[in-house]
């Protein structure tokens, strides 16, 4: 049976282990942040993310969120900066048990969930429109290093 707890400080070897799994699965030619660094943002004393864990008797996927906000709709919902299930346990069903899990431990008031996902990932948009995503039209963006620097 599949179960799904919120993740502890012992767990972050295994939320960096699964992060460093998706960016491989996604292509990516990096290394993800030290565990450091997710200790610290996720289990210190104002935590920025939360995450959940499912798990048999080997950890099957994660899913790491944070608040967020809609000025549109005046609303709190819940942004997915990663979800992640093993190549073992795709197709039954832990995605959906891990989206579910985690509306259940918010406790903002979440009226909605918002995630980026690569055009590319076909499996993974496929997922999404099965749970009911559909596309906002709007591109991610990002300002960092030096161009951030000199605001």
């Known amino acids: 049976m599949i179960s799904y707890r919120a993740a502890r ?3 972050v070897p295994i939320l960096r282990a699964m992060l460093q799994a ?3 699965h996604d292509g990516g ?3 993800v942040g030290p565990e450091a ?3 610290q943002h996720g289990f210190g004393p104002r935590p920025l993310f939360w995450a959940i864990i499912a798990e048999t008797e080997a950890p099957l996927g994660m899913v790491i ?3 967020d906000y809609s000025t549109h709709r005046g609303e709190a919902g819940v942004y997915v900066q990663d979800i992640y299930v093993s190549d073992a346990a795709r197709g039954l069903g832990v ?3 891990l989206m579910a899990e985690m509306m259940r431990q918010q406790d903002w008031g ?7 996902v690569s055009s590319e990932n076909a499996v993974a948009n496929g997922f999404y429109a099965r749970l009911g995503f559909r596309k906002r ?3 991610m963006m990002i300002l960092e290093g030096k161009a951030m620097e000199t605001l």
């Not at 979440?110 to 980026?116: D, E, G, S």
């Open 9 to 11: 400080p012992a767990d």
């Open 22 to 24: 998706l960016a491989d």
């Open 29 to 31: 030619n990096y290394t």
């Open 37 to 39: 660094g997710l200790l």
């Open 65 to 67: 969120y944070y608040p």
């Open 95 to 97: 995605g959906r048990g």
């Open 110 to 116: 979440a009226c909605f969930i918002t995630l980026a």
């Open 137 to 139: 039209g709007y591109e």
